[in-house]
């Protein structure tokens, strides 16, 4: 008697994802011609729009829902599910915009008579500390240029003044020799929207200014064929005012030489400074002052990065001493 052979079988079929009905994918593609012919979308911008439109419109069909009858209630039910699903937040932005956009579409071509997702707004980004400079990798960046050449010497009184003031690389490189007042130590800086402010520097960066302007300045000015640039405090090696992209390139050469792995660029010492400042006591104010913000508001990312500074501290600090104690059990 010949046995039966055993049939194999065959794994669950997935369940189909609802397809938007005929209407609603009409509607969709009349959107996306209007984005080709009057806005000149390129083909992976205007798949991105099809993608995520067509996502939406198949999330509605499979809960019986049609795209000219909904609310602002299914619209956030819809981010929850994709909130739920782990979806990224950039995404998240990106498909509430091109929702957003294909709604006022459909009210701009009368098919709407008003936006059914007006007030619901985009999940906020997170929110992202700036990277901060160890005390320890300043002192050794300071440290790095040499003492020996007029290059050396104006190096490293950039270096600290960026750090020490603050500054932005526009308002280092636009000094001139009457923003000083080094036996005060004040500098009078031009900011952002040509305001003026003093930023009051520590005697390091005042005595770094003094040896450039002493020794290493003169050398450069002789060899200057412009008068213009003859004010100028920070000078290249042609005689000339220096510019922000030489900053903008000493500034990692000498990370580099001091052995700190991180990418380090000017405006990184900003954020050292502000943070440093913050985290040493200084109000918020005065720090707001010193960095020229004319709201509090940009201030306070240095002051949630101290927060994130000192939670950490805490943190290793309490594992420690659970170790220890772990330890002394044992």
Do not use: C
């Not at 439109?53 to 819809?78: E, H, K, N, S, V």
């Not at 003093?198 to 200057?224: E, F, K, N, T």
Request: net charge positive.
């Amino acid at each position: 008697m010949l046995a039966r052979s055993r049939a194999t079988p065959h794994p669950p079929a997935e369940p189909e994802r609802p397809r938007p009905d005929a209407h609603a994918l009409a509607l969709l593609n009349a959107y996306l011609d209007e984005l080709r012919l009057a806005h000149n979308l390129s083909p992976y911008t205007l798949r991105n729009y099809r993608a995520d439109t067509t996502g939406y419109l198949a999330w509605l069909a499979g809960r019986a829902l049609a795209p000219l009858r909904i609310g602002r209630t299914d619209f956030r039910a819809y981010l929850a599910d994709l909130t739920e699903a782990g979806l990224a937040r950039s995404s998240l932005q990106r498909k509430v915009s091109t929702v957003h956009a294909f709604y006022r579409y459909l009210v701009r071509e009368s098919h709407l008579a008003a936006d059914p997702l007006f007030g619901v707004s985009s999940p906020k980004k997170a929110k992202r500390l700036p990277r901060v400079l160890e005390g320890s990798d300043i002192t050794r960046l300071l440290d790095a240029p040499p003492a020996d050449s007029p290059q050396g010497l104006r190096d490293r009184a950039i270096l600290e003044l960026l750090y020490a003031g603050g500054l932005r690389v526009s308002e280092l490189v636009g000094l001139d020799l009457g923003a000083l007042n080094l036996d005060d130590r004040i500098v009078v800086v031009r900011g952002k929207g040509n305001k003026e402010r003093g930023v009051l520097i520590g005697r390091p960066a005042r005595d770094a200014l003094q040896r450039y302007l002493r020794h290493a300045r003169p050398l450069l000015i002789g060899r200057s064929r412009s008068g213009p640039q003859r004010d100028a405090v920070f000078l290249n090696r042609a005689g000339g005012r220096l510019s922000a992209r030489s900053v903008q390139s000493i500034v990692p050469k000498w990370a580099t030489a001091a052995g700190i792995a991180t990418a380090v660029h000017p405006h990184l010492l900003r954020h050292s400074f502000a943070t440093h400042m913050l985290d040493n006591g200084a109000e918020l104010r005065v720090v707001q002052e010193l960095l020229g913000h004319r709201s509090a508001n940009t201030t306070q990312i240095y002051a949630d990065v101290t927060a994130e500074r000192q939670r950490t501290v805490y943190e290793a600090a309490f594992f420690n001493q659970l170790r220890r104690r772990d330890d002394e059990q044992a």
